[in-house]
């Protein structure tokens, strides 16, 4: 499976962005995809996970009403939208994929390279 993240950019406080992940491969949909993120000097950490169907979502607290996971397995994509920006949302965001939403970041199967947020006050 081959991830590639796309989407990231400078934007306010208070902006919006969109993320896209692609994914290859014909069992897509079997996958939970997440989305972690890894802000300069800090360790990875889990952002949203949803399962393979779409039908459950999971939010850390921190994005919690603000950011939005949503998959389309028809195209193999899994989206994030990040509403309401911070300047500690600054960071490297990238897509995995596992059998389960997993908070875990060595549980991950596969890493997208990464898309760079930056949120400026």
């Known amino acids: 499976v081959q991830l590639q993240a796309s989407g990231g950019g400078l934007v306010q406080a208070g902006g919006s962005l969109r993320l896209s992940c692609a994914a290859s491969g014909r069992t897509f949909s079997s996958y939970a995809m997440n989305w972690f993120r890894q802000a300069p000097g800090k360790e990875r950490e889990f952002v949203a996970g949803?399962?393979?169907?779409?039908?459950?979502?999971y939010y850390a607290d921190s994005v919690k009403g603000r950011f939005t996971i949503s998959r389309d397995n028809a195209k193999n994509t899994v989206y994030l939208g990040l509403n309401s920006l911070k300047p500690e949302d600054t960071a490297v965001y990238y897509c995995?994929?596992?059998?389960?939403?997993?908070?875990?970041?060595?549980?991950?199967?596969?890493w997208g390279q990464g898309t760079q947020v930056t949120v400026s006050s």
């Open positions: 949803i399962n393979g169907n779409g039908g459950s979502t």
């Open positions: 995995s994929v596992d059998t389960v939403i997993s908070t875990r970041v060595f549980s991950q199967h596969y």
